[in-house]
């Protein structure tokens, strides 16, 4: 069992620390958030930080690193007042790795990677119709960590599309049906396989293992 | 495709609508957080919601319920300033479950669901030693969310354990090889399969897949 104490985890080279602190905290999200400029370029970036916030009003989340550099999905999320979530397949992971790169300014990550750039429904912002589970956002507020200077933002949702034969009975949805990815550390993907749901947690008796379709 | 707006949403029968706006974000990690109260009992307590915050300094976050009920873990962190964050693997699922039932104050979900409480190294707060992968934290702050009281706890990591064989050299952990689960919705689980690790995304090239063990 390796053992690491706050002093010698400051002592680690920066990108050893990156890749372990990245990875220790456990499998996250992986998705694209897709903008738009005001001068009408799509944009498109990859996240691992996308959270769930509640159900009623359904609300999701964000950390976006530090505004020091250039932040093209804030800009664009605070002049548009929308954003798209798409979910990352397997047969995408790929290409949506790549949107981390820094493209120039006058280039769209949709055509650098490879994605189709797509508008539903009258909503603002682009969504990947490669993604067979999207969400259109608003932008709702942000809050500013004093610990590192990171943001969470805080989007509502307003439009979701997602596959009919991907959903439970009781509205819980099978991401492992459509092959949906989770993001390990900074640069590792990981394909789930389910294992199961469980019944609601009551102390006088012991969870049991719901039924498929549940 | 199914195709929801934020109206529809609304409308939808409250138990139907949490699962499906739980499930809709992606993976999520799956982790025990233990406390101990000012009375010296230990409280253990399943989160999906623990999330990386920064590497330097090495700050994790959760999300908390709004305090309308009694949240122990919440008392628990402010009163002794420390918390533990422990990885669930496959194993361990059914039982990390039923943490989450309402137990009365005089019980320990340590001994109610069957896991080993542990100190290690003059830490204040329990791990759970079943757990491959364990997390000390101090607490530092939180954020009350203004769009429905949620609270973002924010933690620094001040001690690791893990297994060294499943470090690879630049110090990324391969989560997989402990059988660490994944969360889905409220109430699923999912055990991911690695699939690779992508090399840093640059404008001019292919993100290429990086070698195991890297």
Chains 1, 2 share one sequence.
Do not use: W
Not at 17 to 37: E, F, H, M, P, W
Request: with cysteine; net charge negative.
């Amino acid at each position: 069992m390796k053992h690491h104490r706050s002093d010698d985890i400051a002592q680690l080279p920066s990108r050893f620390r990156a890749n372990l602190i990245n990875s220790v905290t456990g499998y996250k999200s992986c998705n694209l958030i897709g903008t738009k400029s005001s001068e009408g370029m799509a944009n498109l970036a990859v996240f691992s930080s996308v959270m769930h916030i509640g159900s009623s009003p359904p609300l999701l989340g964000f950390i976006l690193r530090p505004l020091t550099v250039r932040r093209d999905t804030f800009t664009n999320i605070k002049e548009l007042g929308y954003f798209t979530v798409n979910l990352v397949s397997a047969d995408m992971h790929h290409r949506a790795h790549q949107t981390a790169a820094k493209y120039e300014k006058d280039v769209s990550e949709f055509t650098a990677v490879g994605f189709e750039e797509l508008y539903l429904d009258g909503f603002a912002a682009p969504y990947v119709a490669e993604s067979t589970i999207k969400i259109g956002c608003q932008y709702k507020n942000h809050y500013s960590l004093a610990e590192n200077g990171c943001l969470l933002v805080i989007g509502s949702i307003e439009r979701l599309y997602y596959p009919e034969e991907i959903q439970d009975t009781d509205g819980f949805l099978r991401l492992d049906k459509t092959d949906t990815v989770a993001a390990m550390g900074m640069d590792g993907y990981a394909l789930p396989t389910f294992l199961n749901r469980m019944s609601y947690a009551r102390p006088e008796s012991e969870s049991i293992i719901l039924p498929d379709g549940t």
